[in-house]
């Protein structure tokens, strides 16, 4: 099937363009451009080939989810002309992102059962199983790079090194938490449990937004609630949505991005089933079908005449 895993587009009135990890970001004066291709990544490396509709699954989940808190706190998003297009807000990317977890799970399990017990300036109780609940949802921050590993960092040390200025970070903390127990009840919902997600943030005209995407596959995990005590209880692995199946598949074929590693060749059958698993959570959490938009012209063609035409009509009102 078509993916598109890279970008080129020259719009007019572009000023910049930035190709991160996933997401390919066009600039102009006020407003960005966000299109998210079928790149996947895992332990901070792209991984050399495309997921069918993944980049269209990410695009419409965050779209609705934006939708779906902007009663909570301003966002970035404007419109979406195309399935794997968001317009918005051009804002000033704050270089943190905010993780909050509810569970014990990936690599704060990595890092537990290793003998950590603070996790970004958060005491972590003694005693704890893996994909056990927190008495009650914790925020672990990172850094953001642009390339290579984000680093894990505490509210303390990012206002003391100016990353954020304090009541920024108090804004954003707030924020933090309630999309996060918005998400949990729109899950809860539809038989799933919201376990951790991260949100990034922005200003614009001296305001906090949510910017870039919010409770996918790529940035969140779920549980289903189905069977998570009994599991819990014999201690045997949750069924999850999420993209640390991709993380487990690599971490079996011996990669984790660690000097000396190769990765594992990705065959187009493993990327259906990829694709399937995206598509499912889309379903899952959405309540609704996934429709796969149109590829039987070129997805680039697709996009470019899709995003002009909005820039038309906006010209025109």
């Known amino acids: 099937m078509a993916t598109l895993t890279q970008t080129n587009f020259h719009f007019n009135g572009q000023t910049d363009v930035y190709h991160g990890k996933v997401r390919d970001v066009y600039f102009f004066d006020d ?23 993944k ?21 970035w998003k404007l419109a979406t002309p195309d399935p794997m297009v968001t317009i918005g807000r051009r804002c000033e990317g704050v270089r943190v992102e905010m993780i ?4 014990l799970t990936g690599s704060a399990w990595r890092e537990y059962k290793n003998g950590c017990r603070e996790l970004c300036g958060v005491r972590l109780p003694d005693g704890m199983k893996e994909n056990e609940r927190f008495p009650e949802p914790i925020i672990t921050p990172t850094t953001k790079a642009d390339e290579g590993h984000d680093m894990n960092i505490s509210r303390e040390e990012i206002i003391a090194q100016g990353l954020v200025a304090a ?7 707030d924020y933090t938490r309630r999309l996060f127990a918005r998400g949990q009840e729109i899950a809860a919902q539809k038989g799933l449990i919201l376990v951790d997600t991260k949100y990034e943030f922005g200003k614009c005209d001296g305001k906090v937004y949510l910017i870039d995407e919010i409770h996918t596959p790529d940035s969140s995990r779920y549980f289903y609630a189905d069977g998570y005590e009994e599991k819990l209880a014999k201690g045997e692995p949750q069924r999850q949505l999420s993209k640390e199946f991709v993380r487990g598949w690599l971490i079996e074929h011996g990669f984790m ?3 000396g590693q190769q990765l594992p060749e990705i065959t187009d059958e493993y990327a259906e089933s990829v694709s399937q698993r995206y598509i499912e959570l889309y379903e899952r959490i959405t309540g609704e079908h996934f ?20 820039f038309k009509n906006e010209a025109g009102k």
């Open 167 to 173: 009541d920024d970070y108090a804004v954003m903390e």
């Open 257 to 259: 991005n660690e000097p």
């Open 100 to 103: 909050i977890r509810s569970i």
């Open 291 to 310: 429709n796969k938009a149109s590829n039987d012209d070129d997805i680039e063609q697709r996009i470019k005449r899709n995003v002009e035409e909005w």
């Open 55 to 75: 980049g269209q699954v990410l695009n419409q989940i965050a779209a609705k989810f934006l939708d779906a808190t902007a009663d909570i706190c301003p966002n």
């Open 31 to 53: 407003l960005v451009v966000m299109i998210a291709t079928d790149r996947i990544s895992a332990f901070d490396v792209v991984l050399p080939k495309g997921i069918p509709f």
